[in-house]
Nanobody, 121 residues
């Protein structure tokens, strides 16, 4: 099994910054994509940012120019630096990883429990 543990969420004022971290641990051969998604009640989960093992990155349209995703492959960790935060960025942020099992050599998708980000006006 694989566990994803997020940290760094909290309450911040509009215009402020926040950095989220996510560490993957467990039965891991290698990790391809890692990403951050967010979700608010009644809405679908949306992509915030993703980064592949080789380094390529993609960002959601609503956050482009305000967030940056980075990755430490040696630590199976990703970070999300968020700047110029807006109240509409308030959501539960979930970490995602696509992991190759060393036992089955099958790719599986994993999600973290989520960390809440609240941006006050």
């Amino acid at each position: 099994q694989v566990q994803l543990v997020e940290s760094g969420g909290g309450l911040v004022q509009a215009g402020g910054s926040l950095t989220l971290s996510c560490v993957a641990s467990g039965s891991i051969s290698t990790i391809n994509a890692m990403a951050w998604y967010r979700q608010t009640p009644g809405k679908q989960r949306e992509l915030v940012a993703e980064v592949y093992r080789a380094g390529s990155r993609n960002y959601g349209d609503s956050v482009k120019g305000r967030v940056s995703i980075s990755r430490d492959n040696a630590k199976n960790t990703i970070y999300l630096q968020m700047n110029s935060l807006k109240p509409e960025d308030s959501a539960a942020y979930y970490c995602y990883a696509r992991v190759l099992s060393p036992l089955t050599m099958i790719w599986n998708d994993y999600w973290g429990q989520g960390t809440q980000v609240t941006v006050s006006a």
